[in-house]
């Protein structure tokens, strides 16, 4: 409510505290509550897409004790690349497509997985880890994301995945430049 | 040693535990030890490079009693932006010029900084970080990195600049697909 910059009425920046300039204890705070949610499953790996959302997810993987984190990486979908699973991911933000990868030695069919997450808008960055997942027979445990758009349609996409999504921030929408959050 | 695998001669490819799939007790471990190292010096800031570097940054952050991160970000030399501190940085295995940038809001003449990441090869990325911390009179308190090829000259250029670099493993160089350390 306090940091949060909107922009355009979309776009919500959070640079002072969760992209850029990172608030630590914030981070380790949503780690706590991500573990809090998901503790009862049986989470093997943590799995999220660079960059931003690498310093929580390292948290989260702190209070599983210790687990690996694995981080996506994105690329250009010109290469091919044989070692690697692979989905192709349109951004919406930057009008382009790339694709997200994870090396098939990093998530395999023993694993139980957690999706961590920055924003959750039209979901196709989830998507697309969830279709890397489904080629590595892993089985999908939660998706975890810090802030939610919930004017648009990411969540219906993921539970209609039969995906449990925990959302710590939902917004309702942007007014006068302020943050509305769904009421729960 | 065991995970570490060396391609051409040149390239020590460290994804199992380091830069795609990450071993969490290792990063905090990391943090413990450039805690230890750096811990008189009054530091308010670790500053790091997207994407490697993040994951072991937070935990630097958080033994030096969750002060802020700030990961500058890499961008094609083209887009202008007035709010931000930059510098060019040619990269050597890409073979191309990008920019690293902080807003000015997340570094200032108050701050005492140190700076972490994952490689040092040339010092391209690290120098491109110091004249960031010199166009915002930001006072550099040192150089923390993972992995020193000491075969370049990354070193030497950082310590010309007369700034307190530790390495925590230092190569000497690569022999028959093997790491050797410098003796020390």
């Known amino acids: ?40 499953k049986k989470i093997t790996k943590i799995i999220t897409i660079e960059t931003s959302g690498i310093a929580f997810a390292v948290f989260v993987a702190t209070y599983f004790g210790h687990i690996p984190v694995v981080f996506a990486r ?24 790339y694709e997200v990868r994870i090396d098939k030695r990093f998530i395999n069919a023993e694993d139980h997985v957690l999706f961590i997450d920055d ?4 979901g196709q960055a989830i998507l697309g880890l969830l279709e890397i997942a489904k080629q590595a027979n892993a089985t999908v445990e939660g998706v975890g994301i810090v802030i939610e758009k919930s004017f648009q349609n ?31």
């Open 1 to 40: 409510m306090e940091e949060g910059v909107v922009i355009d009425h979309t776009i919500l920046k959070v640079d002072s505290f969760l992209n850029h300039q990172l608030d630590i204890s914030l981070l380790e705070e949503i780690g706590k509550e991500f573990y809090t949610y998901f503790k009862e």
């Open 74 to 97: 994105k690329q250009e979908s010109k290469i091919n690349n044989k070692d690697c699973y692979s989905s192709k991911v349109y951004s919406f933000t930057k009008d382009k497509e």
């Open 119 to 122: 924003f959750l808008a039209n």
């Open 154 to 184: 990411g969540r219906k996409r993921i539970e209609e995945k039969e995906v449990d999504l925990y959302s710590l921030a939902r917004i309702k929408g942007f007014v006068n430049g302020k943050v509305v959050f769904v009421e729960e």
